[in-house]
């Protein structure tokens, strides 16, 4: 289990991350899971990553895909278990078209709403991007090869959000707060200095166009291989 966490496809992030819970006392249900996550990878073994980047011309662009999944344990696990009520930070970077970093990640602390959820999710995934932001950003003009000169090169960071709550929070003037959020928004308002100017853009994002939902929640087949077409590309 612990090769195929660290060597998982983005398809197979969600189920091998749920699976890893339980390492400790397994019951037949999980050797199940397993079953048919290596039934999943046996059928897909010509399967991986197909990358299409984008034309390289005057800018370099970031584009950073965030979900959440609320208390999506809740009325299918133990009720007396309070993990069953955390929520799950699913995120998808891509660099130039290519994804680049994935995750999913059950949240430390219980969200109380939807809303809390998700800006918690774009917390935790932009803590992750601003650091490859740095990295990308570096070897590029280090060494920028045969594409535009490092001097004319921009860089761009988009955030695609399906939640309007969030949006809201996020893009609000600093120090601002909606009546509901103070409690959480101080623990989770960091991110906002890093906005504009600072070329990081919040995009909302149609729920069909969401990348990052099979990192939260367990789809239907139409909805997984929809998903899994737009970020993996077969």
């Given at each position: 289990?612990?090769y195929?966490?660290?060597?998982?496809?983005?398809?197979?992030?969600f189920s091998v991350?749920?699976?890893?819970?339980?390492?400790?006392?397994?019951k037949?249900?999980?050797?199940?899971a397993?079953?048919?996550?290596?039934?999943?990878?046996?059928a897909?073994?010509?399967?991986?990553?197909?990358?299409?980047?984008?034309?390289?011309?005057?800018?370099?662009?970031?584009d950073?895909?965030?979900?959440?999944?609320?208390?999506?344990?809740w009325?299918f696990e133990?009720?007396?278990?309070?993990?069953?009520?955390?929520?799950?930070?699913?995120f998808?970077?891509?660099?130039?078209g290519?994804?680049?970093?994935?995750?999913?990640?059950?949240?430390?602390?219980?969200?109380?709403?939807?809303m809390e959820?998700?800006?918690?999710?774009?917390?935790?995934a932009?803590?992750?991007?601003i650091?490859?932001?740095d990295?990308?950003?570096?070897?590029?003009?280090?060494?920028?090869g045969s594409?535009?000169?490092?001097s004319?090169?921009?860089?761009?960071?988009?955030?695609?959000?399906?939640?309007?709550?969030?949006?809201?929070l996020?893009?609000?003037?600093?120090?601002r707060?909606?009546?509901?959020?103070?409690?959480?928004?101080?623990?989770?308002?960091?991110?906002r200095?890093?906005?504009?100017?600072k070329?990081?853009?919040?995009?909302?994002c149609?729920?069909?166009?969401?990348?990052?939902?099979?990192?939260?929640?367990s789809?239907?087949?139409?909805?997984f291989?929809?998903?899994?077409?737009?970020?993996?590309g077969?």
């Open positions: 289990l612990g195929l966490q660290a060597n998982s496809r983005p398809d197979l992030t991350s749920q699976c890893a819970r339980f390492t400790h006392s397994p037949r249900s999980h050797e199940v397993l079953q048919r996550i290596g039934q999943y990878l046996k897909t073994s010509d399967k991986g990553l197909i990358f299409r980047p984008t034309s390289l011309q005057s800018q370099f662009t970031t950073i895909y965030v979900d959440a999944d609320f208390a999506g344990g009325s133990d009720p007396n278990d309070p993990i069953c009520v955390k929520s799950r930070t699913g998808v970077i891509e660099a130039m290519c994804p680049i970093q994935w995750q999913s990640k059950l949240q430390s602390n219980i969200a109380t709403s939807t959820a998700e800006y918690t999710a774009l917390s935790m932009l803590r992750t991007a650091s490859l932001m990295v990308c950003s570096f070897v590029i003009k280090r060494f920028p594409g535009p000169s490092s004319l090169l921009t860089f761009r960071t988009t955030v695609h959000e399906d939640n309007i709550g969030a949006l809201k996020a893009t609000m003037e600093p120090g707060h909606t009546p509901r959020s103070k409690f959480y928004a101080i623990k989770y308002h960091w991110f200095s890093w906005l504009k100017p070329s990081i853009e919040l995009q909302y149609k729920t069909s166009e969401q990348k990052a939902d099979m990192f939260t929640k789809l239907t087949t139409v909805e291989q929809k998903c899994r077409k737009l970020t993996c077969w």
